[in-house]
């Protein structure tokens, strides 16, 4: 699995779901198309508009933090980011991820790189090779591990839903 | 096999590894219960792509649905969304579903009896972690999680590290369980915690009750800790005599293997104030500069609790809030409410000029019943201060102690002086 998008860098740490989808649309029974048009609104209100399929965040650490809320994860997904790079994601953000397929990348070294240069990196591209490991942003390349072992599972299933189908 | 911690007995015992478990092991559990929300709603959708439209929940005795996040749905698409979480309740014989108006599902699950010491309760809510008050690994879990538990009645939990914290000696007057665990996540910051399972000890344990502790427990959540555990002592076993329960005193082996281990002197501490927009952004109330408030909440699965209630009546008792300030009042279930209005506290709060809401999550997480308007700033007994959580990002949440936001209601700005 290979992504390239253009990248999108949020500096700050303990990004939380509620910036990233807000509580008050929450328990509005919204299709995905519907939560992505929110996906980061109270951090970024232009993001749903200007994001491309395929484009890539990178952050800070402890990603996702805050509410249990899927929604956080769904409209990401759905407004066409490919994957996030962090030094950190929360646990529950983390959990959902997986079980929605949305690919996680975690490397500091990367998240550190690109967030000290972001002037310079602002709208470039970068790539990530899953299966491999791989991070390339212009000539520099970093490493990070694979999914463990049972978080891979569900992902290569296509997420939970289709995991837990076959397991019936 | 070294020494065992709570969180791995407790999930050796779930997952029927009578030989211990060790860190970072995958584990396969089943809930002692289940517990979900407004979030239902969604969560059955899920289930029905799971399973087809003929599924069945895998027990319909374990799974606990409490209506607590929009209620009374201040919209005909919340009303809806209720009306779909009833239709699946009966269609699928779910034993312990809970209307609005019952109170806060962090709340009511332990009234009703059904958190015992030593069990997994998974829940999809962030703050499932209240459970840990009671000696039971409350885990939170996502939506879709929820629907593939409430299929085939278990999912997987990596064992987390264990992080040990000991608070010495005992807290001063009016300072409360809130400012001890403010003061915590402002040491150990947002992600302190993250991935682990907190152990709580100490001579200020000792002395806590139930709803002290449920108050550490749920912010525990605040530092992203995957469960907030206090052991079980004569605190939680006389709690426990009015369900009967049988059980086990598990305890943490001597050699248990901590991840960290931290102690904390509360001799001093005073009330503590998490500003704006992070929980983490701990500071003492006296340190802070002049901050007018326009709104205090006191309530939610924090601080809703009758004790909460007593301590903000005895300040506001022949007082009255300021009149630029509206206070909003949401004790965390019926029972609550019920005993505040057999103690005269309803009548102290509404003639110190409180507005009294449905027991339910109220405007914690900015969807109705008294969310803030921009440019607005808000003094809060919940657990999040995040931007925009109180309906927009352009208000200031300030979370503090109940006896902060009553004084802090008396006197328009954040203060614990008393007015």
């Known amino acids: ?168 | 096999m070294t020494g065992q911690t709570l969180i791995q007995k407790i999930l050796a015992q779930a997952a029927g590894k009578e030989e211990g478990v060790t860190e970072n092991e995958i584990v396969f559990v089943s809930p002692h219960m289940i517990l979900s929300h407004d979030n239902s709603a969604a969560i059955s959708k899920t289930f029905y792509e799971i399973t087809g439209p003929n599924g069945k929940v895998w027990d319909p005795n374990k799974i606990f649905i409490d209506l607590d996040h929009a209620v009374p749905p201040p919209d005909y698409k919340k009303a809806e969304n209720h009306k779909i979480i009833r239709e699946f309740v009966k269609k699928q014989g779910i034993k312990y579903f809970y209307d609005c108006g019952t109170g806060i599902c962090h709340q009511v699950l332990p009234e009703e009896g059904l958190v015992p010491p030593n069990v997994v309760i998974l829940g999809s809510d962030s703050h499932t972690t209240t459970h840990g008050a009671f000696g039971a690994a409350g885990i939170p879990i996502g939506r879709t999680e929820t629907a593939s538990v409430w299929a085939i009645g278990q999912t997987w939990l990596k064992v987390p590290e264990t992080l040990k914290i000991t608070f010495d000696n005992f807290l001063p007057k009016d300072v409360y369980a809130k400012d001890v665990i403010l003061d915590v996540i402002g040491r150990i910051s947002a992600d302190g915690a993250t991935y682990k399972s907190i152990e709580f000890y100490g001579k200020t344990i000792d002395k806590m009750s139930i709803s002290d502790r449920m108050t550490i427990s749920n912010m525990s959540a605040e530092a992203g800790a995957k469960a907030g555990i206090f052991p079980v002592d004569n605190v939680t076993d006389t709690w426990n005599k009015q369900f009967n329960f049988q059980y086990e005193k598990l305890e943490a082996d001597e050699d248990a293997d901590y991840e960290q281990e931290l102690s904390f002197d509360l001799t001093n501490l005073t009330p503590r104030v998490a500003q704006p927009h992070k929980v983490d952004n701990v500071v003492p109330v006296e340190d802070l500069p002049r901050t007018k408030v326009d709104v205090a909440l006191l309530g939610t699965c924090t601080n809703g609790r009758i004790e909460d209630l007593r301590i903000a009546s005895d300040i506001l008792r022949e007082k009255q809030i300021n009149p630029d300030v509206r206070l909003l009042i949401y004790p965390a279930s019926r029972s609550i409410l019920h005993q505040a209005i057999k103690e005269g506290l309803l009548e102290i709060l509404v003639e110190a000029g409180g507005q009294i809401g449905v027991p339910a999550c109220g405007p914690c997480l900015g969807e109705y019943g008294g969310t803030l308007a921009p440019g607005e700033i808000a003094i809060s007994t919940a657990n999040r201060n995040f931007k925009g959580r109180m309906g927009t990002r352009d208000a200031e949440i300030y979370l503090a102690n109940p006896a902060v936001v009553a004084r802090s209601a008396i006197a328009g700005y954040i203060t614990n002086e008393e007015g």
Not at chain 1, 44 to 58: R, T
Request: some cysteine; overall charge neutral; charged content about 25%.
């Open chain 1, 1 to 168: 699995m290979k992504f390239k998008g253009k990248i999108w860098i949020f500096p700050d740490d303990d990004i939380n779901t509620d910036v990233i989808f807000p509580g008050k649309y929450t328990y509005d029974p919204l299709t995905p198309e519907q939560m992505a048009k929110h996906a980061m609104e109270d951090y970024n209100p232009n993001f749903a508009k200007e994001v491309a399929k395929g484009d890539i965040i990178v952050t800070g650490k402890n990603f996702g933090c805050g509410s249990s809320r899927e929604q956080a994860v769904i409209s990401l997904a759905k407004v066409g980011v490919s994957c996030i790079i962090a030094k950190s994601f929360a646990r529950i953000f983390y959990r959902n991820a997986i079980n929605q397929a949305l690919p996680l990348v975690i490397s500091s070294d990367c998240s550190d790189y690109v967030i000290r240069n972001r002037y310079t990196f602002k709208n470039k591209e970068i790539s990530v090779d899953f299966d491999r490991g791989i991070i390339k942003i212009q000539e520099k390349e970093f490493l990070f591990p694979k999914l463990d072992s049972q978080a891979l599972e569900i992902f290569e299933a296509g997420g939970l839903v289709e995991y837990t189908r076959n397991r019936l």
